[in-house]
């Protein structure tokens, strides 16, 4: 596609449940990268990916927190055991390799009840 | 540990105004630092990226500007419009590719 495609755009979830979100980024782009975005929190770095190397884990804020990057493109964050504190934006960007501009998906607004 | 601070965290203007929105970081071992618009519920748009090396970048109305050595960058937009109003976000990335943001300028252009 043009652009970094995001999946789900919202998803409401109930405190306990499991969800995966998903991230499509511009074709060709060796570097992925997730972020958050929380009211009083401002854009907080997750996880990066690039190439083949193992990921930058460094920003994941619990172990509830996972990430994969099959076939060096689709990339799924899953959250394990949803809290409420981790209702916000979540930001997926690519980039032709790393430390290049980043170019951002549309964001999934997840919500825990 | 990076911090980004922006500077001021809302501004209203009179279309036609140039302006400057101002950035600073506390760490100048970055590799790059980046500009961003972000409009509501949407994500982020990338504006300019200016390289560690370099001293300013220019897009059309926008002119970026990057002072390493005082750990600084403004982002000024002449001739304001309307359109411009969104949310300015700057980043950094720093020694190992993260993006660190500061928490953004709020701008509004008036008609």
């Known amino acids: 596609g043009a652009g970094v495609s995001q999946s789900p755009s919202n998803k409401v979830t109930e405190k306990g449940k499991d969800v995966e979100l998903r991230c499509d980024p511009i074709s060709g782009h060796t570097a992925l990268y997730w972020y958050r975005q929380s009211l009083g929190q401002g854009l907080e770095f997750l996880i990066y990916?690039?190439?083949?190397?193992?990921?930058?884990k460094s920003g994941l804020p619990s172990d509830r927190f996972s990430a994969e990057r099959t076939g060096g493109s689709v990339s799924t964050l899953t959250i394990q055991r949803t809290q409420q504190e981790d209702s916000a934006v979540y930001l997926c960007a690519s980039s032709s390799t790393i430390g290049e501009t980043q170019y951002f998906g549309p964001g999934t607004r997840l919500l825990v009840l | 540990k990076q911090e980004v601070t922006q500077i001021p965290a809302a501004l209203s203007v009179p279309e036609g105004e140039n302006l400057v929105l101002n950035c600073s970081f506390t760490d100048s071992a970055i590799y790059n630092l980046q500009w961003f618009r972000q409009d509501p519920g949407k994500g982020l748009t990338s504006l300019l990226l200016i390289q560690s090396s370099q001293r300013e970048q220019t897009s059309g109305r926008l002119n970026a500007s990057l002072d390493k050595s005082s750990g600084r960058s403004t982002l000024y937009i002449a001739a304001s419009q309307p359109g411009d109003s969104a949310t300015y976000l700057c980043?950094?990335?720093?020694?190992?590719?993260?993006?660190?943001f500061g928490s953004g300028t709020r701008l509004l252009v008036r008609p």
């Open positions: 980043a950094v990335t720093d020694s190992s590719y993260k993006l660190i």
């Open positions: 990916f690039q190439g083949n190397s193992a990921p930058d």
